[in-house]
């Protein structure tokens, strides 16, 4: 693969964040540069990756060619190749014909977006300030539900990817245990946590509900269920959901020891940031017999930032130029991405408000 050329207006960075609903794209024209010119294409608009990147570049960037990419990918990467989880597109990066590309797990991306966000970027849901140069975690229900790392090392941080989002359905209470048996025992053999806490595991948790309580209903999508809030069944799903949520966030906690904060995004905490608040999901967090202490002491906090990891996308790719600058191995460059503003610290833009 051919070194990355630093960003130009006539040779821009493209970044990407590809879903499993929709694709979004921006362009860094400059070096330490955001990303601009950000459009969302709906994913089943185009036949694949190739497509979709085609498209953008012509009817949204001017037909500018990209001198290197980075595109985030909701499924796992593997060197040049990627498989989307929840649509069929999979493939090589060979077939965007762009000299330099950069594949990472969508969560990878947004985990190290975290550094770079600001007060008004970030929404607390309870405990502290975010600890500074400590592992965070970042975790979302979108499409899917997924999971990633952040680790403080000398030269700055380091992403960790997973698949966490496919563990055991953390079924705490007994409703909660109720309604996993309902689903069972209406076809699903495993119930993990992304069936539940995801957009389309809203609609299964419903229909768990309704299992439970004998009251047949109609199905309705996610954004519906959120929107009646004066519907009973709903507002009853949306405080599961967040319950489960709250212990789910708690087990990735304890798992990654993310002392420097529990970061929430995906596309459908960011919309109910009030009714988490009001929720049992900061009490199932720290609700823990052994180590309620340490859970109590970590920082929960939702990430409201418009397109964050086109921002961790673009960190990366400047981390790449950095880390071969100064001589570093290119799998693990050494700096963070520019701040737009050098006074924020990482206590402070860690800050919610």
């Keep these: ?8 207006p006539e040779s821009p960075w493209l970044v990407a964040d590809v879903g499993g609903t929709n694709a979004r794209f ?27 990147v085609h498209s953008y570049l012509a ?14 990918i909701a499924g796992p990467v593997n060197a040049d190749r990627y498989r989307l989880t929840n649509t069929g597109w999979s493939g090589s990066v060979g077939e965007l014909g762009i000299p330099h590309v950069e594949l990472l797990n969508d969560f990878e991306a947004l985990a190290l977006a975290l550094p770079h966000l600001g007060a008004g970027d970030l929404a607390s849901l309870g405990g502290p300030l975010p600890a500074p140069d400590m592992v965070k ?11 990633a790392a952040l680790v403080p090392v000398r030269e700055g941080w380091v992403p960790v990817p997973g698949e966490g ?59 519906e269920i959120v929107a009646r809030v004066d519907d009973s069944l709903c507002a009853r799903t949306v405080e599961v959901f967040c319950g489960l949520l709250g212990s789910f966030a708690a087990n990735v906690a304890l798992t990654l020891g993310a002392r420097g904060g529990v ?8 919309r109910i940031v009030r009714r988490m608040r009001e929720s049992d999901f900061r009490r199932r967090f720290e609700a823990n017999l052994v180590l309620s202490d340490y859970l109590s002491e970590i920082a929960t906090t939702v990430i409201v930032a418009e397109q964050p ?42 800050a919610a408000p």
């Excluded at 860094?28 to 185009?46: D, I, K, M, S, Y």
């Design 1 to 8: 693969m051919s070194p990355i050329p630093l960003p130009s």
């Design 26 to 52: 921006g362009l860094v024209t400059a070096p330490g540069g955001h990303p601009g010119t950000v459009a969302v294409l709906a994913g089943a608009e185009f036949d694949g990756l190739a497509d979709a």
């Design 59 to 72: 009817d949204h960037a001017g037909g500018v060619r990209a001198a290197a990419a980075c595109l985030a």
């Design 137 to 147: 975690t970042v975790l979302g229900p979108g499409t899917g539900l997924g999971v």
């Design 165 to 223: 989002g496919h563990v055991s359905v953390p079924a705490v209470t007994g409703l909660e245990i109720e309604v996993v048996r309902a689903l069972r025992a209406d076809g699903m053999s495993f119930v993990d946590a992304e069936h539940l806490l995801s957009g389309p595991g809203l609609v299964r948790l419903r229909h768990g509900l309704a299992l439970v309580e004998g009251t047949p209903v109609a199905p309705l999508a996610a954004p």
């Design 263 to 270: 970061y929430l995004g995906g596309g459908i905490v960011p």
């Design 309 to 350: 990891a086109l921002t961790g996308a673009a960190a990366w790719l400047a981390q790449r130029v950095a880390g071969r600058e100064a001589g570093v191995p290119s799998s693990r460059p050494p700096h963070p991405f520019p701040e737009a503003d050098p006074s924020v610290t990482p206590a402070t833009r860690s």
